[in-house]
């Protein structure tokens, strides 16, 4: 079992930024890549970016592009995403995710094993 725990979610003003965390534990070694998500009221689970654990390469969807960015630090076993020029659609429970396995549809919330309890992220106007 993997656990993940985020953090680093708050109220923020538009234009602004955060940096949330994820830490992961447990089995750690069995993981091949993570992923951001987050989700709105009333709407779908969305997929923000994705990370492979190994060689770090990453993806992130249209939306973030530019403005978001993921990242990992594999020795204290913890991915990182940055937001910046936040705008108030933005505004959602951030989750992690971790995936055991390669897939192409990595932002497919289907693909991944495990999923951290989420952080708020509010973004005022």
């Known amino acids: 079992q993997v656990q993940l725990v985020e953090s680093g979610g708050g109220l923020v003003q538009a234009g602004g930024s955060l940096r949330l965390s994820c830490a992961a534990s447990?089995?750690?070694?069995?993981?091949?890549?993570m992923g951001w998500f987050r989700q709105a009221p009333g709407k779908e689970r969305e997929f923000v970016a994705a990370?492979?654990?190994?060689?770090?390469?990453?993806y992130h969807a249209d939306s973030g592009k530019g403005r978001f960015t993921i990242s990992r630090d594999n020795a204290k076993n913890t991915v990182y995403l940055q937001l910046s020029s936040l705008k108030p659609e933005d505004t959602a429970v951030y989750y992690c995710?971790?995936?055991?396995?390669?897939?192409?549809?990595?932002?497919?919330?289907?693909?991944?094993?495990?999923w951290g309890q989420g952080t708020q992220v509010t973004v005022s106007s």
């Open positions: 995710a971790a995936r055991n396995n390669y897939d192409l549809r990595r932002s497919s919330p289907r693909v991944y094993n495990y």
């Open positions: 990370i492979t654990w190994s060689d770090g390469s990453t």
């Open positions: 447990g089995r750690t070694f069995s993981m091949y890549g």
